[in-house]
T-cell receptor, first 113, second 112 residues
Framework: SAVISQKPSRDICQRGTSLTIQCQVD?????MFWYRQQPGQSLTLIAT?????????ESGFVIDKFPISRPNLTFSTLTVSNMSPEDSSIYLC??????????FGEGSRLTVL | GQQVMQIPQYQHVQEGEDFTTYCNSS?????IQWYKQRPGGHPVFLIQLVKSGEVKKQKRLTFQFGEAKKNSSLHITATQTTDVGTYFC????????????FGDGTTLTVKP
């Protein structure tokens, strides 16, 4: 298993601003994943954060909107840039310490006004 | 792209009744995982299925992976109020789960 800490747990932001979400894991992992869960919806993978290389983005998500940092094997950040109300979601950090098992942080609930 | 469909979307049961949710993939999967998300919480890993026709049990929960590795089910026997939440399946074409496609989830409510 893995213990994942996310900050902030929730925030209310103004349209046009940016917010950076932090994810800290209690063990070293090769890949960290960032998911979005819109209200009442399922989970959608935004990108995979790789240590030492550029993040890999899924279709529909771009680096300019969701820049990601991965400075070491236990930490990553996701920035939601130039926010609009449509970005109101829960953003979840996830790791796979054992093959086939995803562990999630508690999520960062973002509301954009 | 890969699609994972899950039914039903909602299920309301009386405590003690059984519950089943079904998951179907548009493509053959390498593995499928199941997660539970309590209201206001985050998804919690329940189990991974890898082999064709595999059946795994966790107390009152029974998980099945279809022979063609394109469908799966989760069955809960004699539901309890602690079973409430949304159950998601997630299918991956790869060994790793990180790029899994999640189903839309089945939200279970249990009336005491």
């Amino acid at each position: 298993s893995a213990v994942i800490s996310q900050k902030p747990s929730r925030d209310i932001c103004q349209r046009g601003t940016s917010l950076t979400i932090q994810c800290q894991v209690d063990s070293q992992v090769t890949m960290m994943f960032w998911y979005r869960q819109q209200p009442g919806q399922s989970l959608t993978l935004i990108a995979t954060a790789n240590q030492g290389s550029e993040a890999t983005y899924e279709s529909g998500f771009v680096i300019d909107k969701f820049p990601i940092s991965r400075p070491n094997l236990t930490f990553s950040t996701l920035t939601v840039s130039n926010m609009s109300p449509e970005d109101s979601s829960i953003y979840l950090c996830s790791v796979e310490p054992n093959t086939g098992e995803l562990f999630f942080g508690e999520g960062s609930r973002l509301t954009v006004l | 792209g890969q699609q994972v469909m899950q039914i039903p979307q909602y299920q309301h049961v009386q405590e003690g009744e059984d519950f089943t949710t079904y998951c179907n993939s548009s493509t053959t999967l390498s593995n499928i995982q199941w997660y539970k998300q309590r209201p206001g919480g985050h998804p919690v890993f329940l189990i991974q299925l890898v082999k064709s026709g595999e059946v795994k049990k966790q107390k009152r929960l029974t998980f099945q992976f279809g022979e063609a590795k394109k469908n799966s089910s989760l069955h809960i026997t004699a539901t309890q109020t602690t079973d409430v939440g949304t159950y998601f399946c997630a299918g991956s074409r790869f060994t790793n789960a990180g790029k899994s496609t999640f189903g839309d989830g089945t939200t279970l409510t249990v009336k005491p």
